[in-house]
T-cell receptor, first 111, second 114 residues
Framework: KQEVTQIPAALSVPEGENLVLNCSFT??????LQWFRQDPGKGLTSLLL?????REQTSGRLNASLDKSSGRSTLYIAASQPGDSATYLC??????????FGAGTQVVVTP | EAQVTQNPRYLITVTGKKLTVTCSQN?????MSWYRQDPGLGLRQIYY???????DKGDVPEGYKVSRKEKRNFPLILESPSPNQTSLYFC?????????????FGPGTRLLVL
């Protein structure tokens, strides 16, 4: 059974520092991997989607890498801002449409 | 505006009283899914649907039912709710689960079962 782990569970950084969030999964037979952001009391917002054949995706200050063989993905957020404070979740999908989420990393960016 | 809507947003009920949480999307998406979110456990998939009349179990389907009679709607039914179904529920949709698609999430339904 696929298991998705996110470490650390929580992270606090001063404004301006780069953020590095980790996601690992046990079964490399994934279809794609997505990173989401969740603000308190709100739904999830998709940040980046990486196809299983890709190594990375970029959007603005965000960059996500994927190493399928080692079962790892990393989300980098450059020059963090207080508005980046949120919980970040990764999710993997299999070819049948089944999603598996990690428990998330709660990020606080202090001014 | 493209969106996924859920109703109700908040619900308090008692054990055994059947309830339905509705989910609707206006993006003509084929794929729809239900999740529950619990502290420390993250999001867990309950059921998903690849298209009309096609549904499948996720990781935690026990105690839930779904139906997909039309493309835009995907209701979640709790026939006999129990306190362990107290949770935050999210509905999501995407055009399909192809490699270029991302999921759009509803705002969530907070359920308390007494």
């Amino acid at each position: 059974k696929q298991e998705v782990t996110q470490i650390p569970a929580a992270l606090s950084v001063p404004e301006g520092e780069n953020l590095v969030l980790n996601c690992s999964f046990t079964d490399s037979a994934i279809y794609n991997l997505q990173w989401f952001r969740q603000d308190p009391g709100k739904g999830l917002t998709s940040l980046l989607l990486i196809q299983s054949s890709q190594r990375e995706q970029t959007s603005g200050r965000l960059n996500a890498s994927l190493d399928k063989s080692s079962g790892r993905s990393t989300l980098y957020i450059a020059a963090s801002q207080p508005g980046d404070s949120a919980t970040y979740l990764c999710a993997v999908t299999d070819s049948w449409g089944k999603f598996q989420f990690g428990a998330g990393t709660q990020v606080v960016v202090t001014p | 505006e493209a969106q996924v809507t859920q109703n109700p947003r908040y619900l308090i009920t008692v054990t055994g009283k059947k309830l339905t949480v509705t989910c609707s999307q206006n993006m003509n998406h084929e794929y729809m899914s239900w999740y529950r979110q619990d502290p420390g456990l993250g999001l867990r998939q309950i059921y998903y649907s690849m298209n009309v009349e096609v549904t499948d179990k996720g990781d935690v389907p026990e105690g839930y039912k779904v139906s997909r009679k039309e493309k835009r709607n995907f209701p979640l039914i709790l026939e006999s709710p129990s306190p362990n179904q107290t949770s935050l529920y999210f509905c999501a949709s995407s055009y399909n689960t192809g490699v270029h698609e991302t999921q759009y999430f509803g705002p969530g339904t907070r359920l308390l079962v007494l």
